[in-house]
């Protein structure tokens, strides 16, 4: 509801004035009325409606003219637009003593429609003049219109984002016909960040003038992500005067965060690296994504030049509109000989990029997006997380500082506000990312899914079990040219090691607390994969065998790296407990030997694969903020 | 309810746990069991409580005896702090089947007693571990401790704001005492913006240490206002590993916010300055405040070098917290002679400094403090503002750019969120102050004060009531070195000027209608004051004559500019008139001679003086934002 707007009307002179149907104008005649005034008539041509407050009281003489006091308000509206400029008339008349008439003030009036128009309503189509339009409300019961922002690219040669191509838009109607689009490559620039504002031609009528609108930036420590455009009337009140505003409207725009998904979604594409010497990563993996639905994309060395995490240079998610959305992928800092490509190879029409990278700051291995992970669907303490929560790894505030994931990335992750994110302890580790000790994999009961940590303890107990049923002599490694074989015997009198592990427990319990508080979980959400740790430079950790929970989750496939543990009757001890803990959520482990091209290089199967998934059905502004 | 910490547990070896009361450990015994382990016997000293899930069922044999599943878990308290390390115990037996005993993990605990400690309920004292500490709410039934800048100024000579001082400070208490304090000058450095971590050293028992914090800095775009504290307990797990940590705990601060005080507040402290030429401004001055009962200071001529503009460069305010609150001054970026006024007179021992300068925009007449009010309380549309809103005068964003009130103070205002600021159209005045067409005074009746506001209309029908009953010759400006004389009859019949008064007056009917919707005012709260308009350079306008709405506000008394207008009867009309107005509310006027040193100058009594008030008694931390 517009509140009305104040117009002056003066005895003896003619006023011209601009209305906009759908708001109300409203006179105070006793403002300026001619001295001695005591009443006053309203006169006005059909179209123009008169309420005149107070009014004239019952038995009132003459009929049909109102007392004039300080108070009197004439409130004016009309239904209809002009065919001609001032074709519409109003006239208030004024009385003195003896109802002597003491002159007349004048209105020519021309009636416009006039607003600016979008979706506010969120149903993939602009409405006229939606009353929630000048505002952003969170939630399914909500309003407020949404942008993408335009960071895909139309060329895919000389490509460059389209937002940061020379053309910008907005929206705005005159009446009637429902307009949407969000790009028109002749469209001239309207506004853009150097030119504020403009003038708009005003075309009369029922005439349309169509905007496109497109977002530059994602919302960030700096932007909420709230665009706010303006349209202002001007109305010249005379020659050689500058013009009055009249009428202004006001449209209000969220810029679509950045969503990533978790494994509990379902995989489009899987992305590995083709090195000179992981042959028998990619036939392990080729095997499995044709047995899962999802295509592979292999990347060629080529581009990669020998580098195979693909899962530290990216990270997939996408950007969602009511009337569009598509994949966007968040490019890390991390810039190892893979940084050109989700530039140069994902980049494309409807394929988005963005990326931060610090200005000042050291990039670490905390900055690679390994350590950079999404939770499915929690509800914690009666609040809702649909989208689920952002999982990041930093440095434990103590007195030595330790690494960290560089701020702009962190202020990037935040502001995107949908999946509030949690930070998890990860320094502890030589590679310091969060996929060396946590996955999550679909379930079919109680949350949907399951939270796999990797467990020393677990670890330890199996192979305990192991030597107890008489397996000591067991080897882990065995056959393996890149590594010692080690009996279960030899390793379980390693004190040193198992003082590691001690550690290594602790820090992983700590993170273990964590998640349950921060996801709303029990200990029954919660399985303990047996992975041990050793303790390599800075005491810092890493995998002593194969990292189990490293693992890559399509559907109800697992691709997870092959753990060279003790045999029992000929079948490895530790896939044998994987393969059973995994069964009883109905997942199929599939082993995927990354021995001498990942784990000793310190990383595995999801180190060095990376999937897009579909988007959540979800829709990210019915959340409640 | 802080959720349970994992503890880990060795068949064979002693554990050592520290223990924090009022938290909870689990044990998960299964864990790590030794292989063939099907029960568990628990067994502790007194202090310790033990609680297991699931428990011993009904009937089962032998008694004592847990059954050992993978949901098995074990949960610790204790209740009261130990006196000596380890001093309480704990110990899980495992058996197997026929009960052979398969080993026993032993646990030596410490308890202590740890927490960081704020007024989280707002009542000026520091309470124990207050279940809310470590969120802010807003609202009187909120919660979240308050921090001050420390802005004012300890020392009068050679002084620095307290806060850029080489000390900085926070709380944290071991258990018991009740403590509170905002500064100690002895304390030395424990966090500041170099130095975000600090070991604390750990007293035992039930000793306290002491912390004291100060706000370095105002909320603004780039800082929310919440500042939060953690504190971190770690644990060396054995030699030779990093420590684990096992217990955080975190207070929130809020910033106090700069608040204004609008006119119905009580005035304290009167300001203006002396100079060679206001003799008689002065002398009016003298008298009103002397009847009005706050302090007068006058600023003399050594400071303010010809400099007269003291509403220009600064404005009043203050701060507060349960514990705290003194008052303000935001030194306004215009810089004038008065520049060093703010900083050299003003800060001092519980009086605060703040300012924002733009480091490339130009500063224009618009970032003068005429140019920035503030409402007294409202409700708008069931919306409360119970400490008013901000009101500053900008460009309309029409085609050709206009004057604005520089970014970096509308953000800082923005920022303070309590008093949410509304944006009026100034820049048709050559000054651009929005105290050139508005104020407010305060009313016995309705919402407790009026808005008025300059109206040419009201000017025109007021002189026109005059020529009407026969005065038409008597002059305006009568007697005045000056000013040309000018008489009722030739003025009305100045065409240029009654077209550009029409053109003022639909400049002021845009602020009227904006008033109305952002304060949620009705046409009866709002007086019209007859004041007439001129243009000047640039299209702009300025007061025809003394600009009666450009008063200063001192309780029922206010000190209106003498506008020189036609004697009737041997009494200016315009005095009489307004006189007559203010009555109604009980409001008296005293007319001071501006004319020569003021209105000539393109300013009037308010652009000549300041007033600081009394804070208002709702605290900013009761409103629900």
Chains 1, 2 share one sequence.
Not at 412 to 420: E, N, P, R, S, T
Request: hydrophobic share 35%.
């Amino acid at each position: 509801m517009i509140p009305p707007r104040t117009l002056r009307i003066e005895t003896g002179t003619v006023t011209r004035a601009l209305y906009v149907i759908g708001t109300e104008l409203c006179v105070n005649p006793g403002r300026n009325a001619p001295p001695g005034a005591a009443r006053f008539s309203v006169d006005s041509t059909h179209a123009v409606r008169c309420r005149v407050v107070p009014g004239i009281p019952d038995g009132h003489a003459p009929p049909g003219l109102y007392p004039l006091t300080a108070a009197s308000v004439l409130f004016i509206t009309m239904e209809t637009i002009s065919e001609l400029a001032n074709d519409s008339k109003l006239s208030v008349t004024f009385y003195g003593e003896k109802n002597k008439d003491l002159g007349k003030a004048v209105v020519h009036i021309t009636a416009v429609e006039i607003s600016l128009d979008v979706d506010a309503d969120r149903d993939g189509v602009v409405e006229k003049n939606n009353p929630n339009k000048g505002s952003w409300q969170w939630g399914s019961d909500g309003h407020g219109a949404v942008l993408l922002v335009n960071c895909d690219s139309e060329s895919k040669f000389r490509k460059k984002r389209d937002c940061e191509s020379d053309y910008n838009a907005w929206f705005i109607r005159h009446p009637r016909r429902t307009l949407f689009s969000i790009f028109v490559k002749e469209f001239p620039v309207v506004l853009s960040s150097d030119v504020l504002s403009q003038e708009v031609p005003y075309l009369g009528g029922t005439s349309e003038v169509e905007f496109f609108v497109e977002g530059l930036r994602f919302p960030d420590k700096d932007f909420e992500g709230l665009v706010t455009i303006n349209l202002s009337l001007l109305e010249p009140c005379s020659e050689n005067f500058p013009e009055t505003p009249i009428f202004t409207d006001k449209v209000v725009f969220r810029v679509a965060p950045w969503i990533m998904t978790p494994n509990t979604l379902k995989p489009v594409e899987v992305f590995v690296c083709c090195t000179s010497d992981n042959y028998p990563f990619l036939k392990g993996m080729r095997k499995l994504v044709e047995d899962s639905g999802p295509k592979l994309r292999v990347c060629s060395e080529n581009m990669n030049r020998g580098d195979r995490w693909m899962q530290d240079e990216l990270e997939f998610g996408y950007i969602d509109a009511p009337h569009q959305g598509f994949p966007v992928v968040l490019d890390s800092p991390r810039n190892g000989e893979l940084g050109d490509f989700p530039y140069e190879e994902l980049l494309g029409p409807d394929f988005g990029y963005v990326t931060r990278e610090p200005w000042t700051e050291e990039v670490t291995s905390l900055d690679s997006f390994g350590n950079l992970e999404v939770s499915p669907p929690v509800v914690v303490n009666g609040k809702s997380y649909p989208l689920g929560r952002i999982i990041i790894g930093v440095a434990f505030p103590t007195v030595t500082q330790g690494r960290n994931m560089t701020k702009v990335v962190q202020d990037f992750l935040y502001a995107q506000k949908v999946q509030d994110p949690i930070r998890l302890y990860s320094d502890w580790l030589v590679v310091g990312h969060v996929d060396e000790f946590m996955t999550f994999v679909p379930a079919p009961d109680k949350k949907g899914f399951r939270l796999l940590l990797a467990s020393p303890d677990a670890g330890y107990k199996l192979l305990r079990k192991v030597q107890e049923e008489g397996h000591g002599q067991a080897k882990l490694f065995e056959g393996l040219e890149d590594a010692d074989e080690i009996t279960v015997d030899d390793l379980l009198s390693n004190e040193k090691l198992q003082a590691e592990n001690r550690y290594v427990q602790n820090c992983i319990d700590w993170n273990r607390d964590v998640l349950k508080r921060e996801l709303g979980l029990d200990d029954e959400d919660i399985i303990d994969l047996p992975i041990l740790f050793t303790i390599l430079e800075d005491d810092r950790a890493a995998a002593y065998y194969p990292d189990m929970v490293n693992m890559i989750v399509l559907g109800k496939n697992l691709g997870v790296p092959k753990p060279f543990g003790p045999k029992v009757n000929g079948r490895c001890a530790l896939e044998a407990e994987m393969c059973s803990l995994m069964a009883q959520l109905g997942l199929r482990c599939t082993f995927i030997d990354d021995f001498a091209s990942y784990h000793k290089l310190l990383g595995e199967v999801h180190c060095g694969s990376n999937v897009r998934r579909e988007p959540f059905k979800t829709k990210w502004w019915s959340l409640k903020l």
